[in-house]
C-alpha cells in the first residue's frame, strides 16, 4: 500500500493513553499523521504555540477542570483558526449545539467503528461538518446562554458575590440577580452550585 501523497497533521489532547492508542490505530495508513499529544488543556495550549497542526482532535471531559468547549473558546480568543472535532466517551445531550457554538466543526462518539473518526477528519478537512448523530438534541428550552448571562455564571464559578460580579461588570447588583435567574431557567437549576455544574457540562464556563 503506497502512503498518502499528502500529509495532515492532527493534534490529540486526551488524557486516556487507551485512547490515544486507538486514534493512531485509526489514523495508519491515511493522510494523517499525529503531529502531537497532549493530556491537558494547558499541555494543548502549549502544543499548539510550538508546533504547526492542520486539525485538532480533542476529548470534551479533560483532567483538568477544563472542557474541550472551553479549550476550543481559548484558541479562538488567541486567533486559532484550526478546525476541532470533539471527542467524547459516550453520548451527551446537547453536545451537538455546544459544540456549534464555539465553533467546533465536528462530534464523535469514541466508541464508534475507527473509520468514524477518519470521516469525521476528513469532512472538517474539506470544510463540512459532522456531528455524530448519536448525541441527542437538547430538550425544548434549553436555550444557550446569553453572552451577558455567560459573562455572570463564569464569574460566578469562579466563586465572586453578586456584589464581586457587579463590580466587575460593572453593573448593578439587581442587574446581576436578574442575569442570574434567566440563567437558572435557561440551565434548569435552582442554586448556584448546580448552575455553575450545568453550564461546565454545557460548555458554556
Not at 465536528?106 to 455524530?132: N, T, W
Request: charged share 30%.
Amino acid at each position: 500500500m503506497s502512503e498518502p501523497e499528502q500529509e495532515i497533521s492532527v493534534l490529540v489532547v486526551d488524557d486516556d493513553a487507551i485512547v490515544r492508542d486507538w486514534v493512531r490505530q485509526a489514523l495508519t495508513g491515511t493522510e494523517f499523521r499525529i503531529a502531537g499529544e497532549a493530556g491537558t488543556s494547558a499541555e494543548a495550549l502549549e502544543l499548539l504555540r510550538r508546533r504547526r497542526a492542520d486539525v485538532l482532535l480533542t476529548d470534551h471531559w479533560l483532567p483538568d477542570d477544563q472542557l474541550g468547549t472551553e479549550l476550543v473558546r481559548v484558541f479562538r480568543r488567541e486567533g486559532v483558526k484550526l478546525p476541532v472535532v470533539l471527542m467524547t466517551a459516550h453520548p451527551e445531550r446537547g453536545l451537538n449545539e455546544s459544540a456549534r457554538e464555539v465553533g467546533i466543526q465536528a462530534s464523535i462518539v469514541k466508541s464508534s467503528d475507527p473509520s468514524g473518526l477518519v470521516s469525521a477528519l476528513r469532512s472538517v478537512i474539506e470544510g463540512r461538518g459532522f456531528f455524530d448523530p448519536q448525541h441527542p438534541k437538547r430538550k425544548e428550552g434549553e436555550a444557550p446562554l446569553a453572552p451577558r448571562e455567560r459573562d455572570v455564571i463564569k464569574l460566578v464559578a469562579e466563586g465572586m458575590t453578586n456584589r464581586q460580579v457587579a463590580a466587575s461588570l460593572g453593573i448593578g447588583e439587581e442587574t446581576v440577580k436578574t442575569l442570574l435567574e434567566r440563567a437558572y431557567t435557561k440551565l434548569g437549576a435552582n442554586r448556584r452550585a448546580d448552575a455553575v455544574l450545568e453550564a461546565r457540562r454545557r460548555g458554556f464556563v
